[in-house]
């Protein structure tokens, strides 16, 4: 799945993806109907132990909320992926998601990932009611799109890293 970076040669293959693509940034993400799979299971498991990636866009949106970057967030692997607090993801109260409306963009389009052995969408077969869950062509293209700015991202973010640590060094 595409949220961790785990080789040179993947980001490599993931910018290349990226140059290919003829479109630019997120396309809108489905959201789940009130009848979703998810909630008439009651399922909560994607939520626990999470590792997912935030884009830039979703960190923003979670701030407009009133949160504090540091309190939600932490690097990982050169990614930003949500905190977990008492195995959760720490916008679930045990109940459900506080944040849903204004849910990060990965956890919008979940089951569906982007799975980098096969470099393609799939269902996450660690979804309890992964077979519920068709993988459409909107889905495919969704998932290929937020892969693409994840990436970008982490790579803006690397880039602005370096960018500091220089103006840093040239100022002892």
């Known amino acids: 799945m595409f949220t961790l970076l785990n080789s040179r040669e993947w980001v490599e293959d993931a910018g290349r993806l990226a140059k290919g693509s003829s479109q ?80 990060p963009a990965g956890c919008r389009l979940y089951p569906v990932v982007f799975d980098e052995n096969i470099g393609a969408a799939s269902i996450d077969i660690l979804c309890p009611y992964s077979t519920e869950f068709l993988l459409t062509p909107s889905a495919t293209r969704e998932s290929l799109s937020l892969y693409r700015a994840v990436i970008e991202d982490a790579r803006a973010r690397k880039k602005k890293r370096r960018k500091n640590q220089s103006v840093l060094k040239q100022t002892e």
Not at 46 to 70: K, N, P, S, W, Y
Request: proline share 2%; charged share 25%; glycine share 8%.
């Open 24 to 103: 630019s940034g997120l396309l809108l993400l489905h959201q789940l109907p009130p009848e979703s799979v998810c909630v008439k299971h009651q399922c909560i498991i994607c939520c626990h132990g999470t590792e997912m990636a935030l884009l830039e866009e979703d960190i923003r949106r979670i701030e407009e909320l009133g949160f504090v970057r540091g309190r939600f967030s932490v690097e990982y692997k050169g990614l930003t992926v949500l905190m977990n607090n008492r195995g959760r993801c720490v916008f679930h109260d045990g109940e459900r998601c506080t944040i849903y409306s204004s849910r």
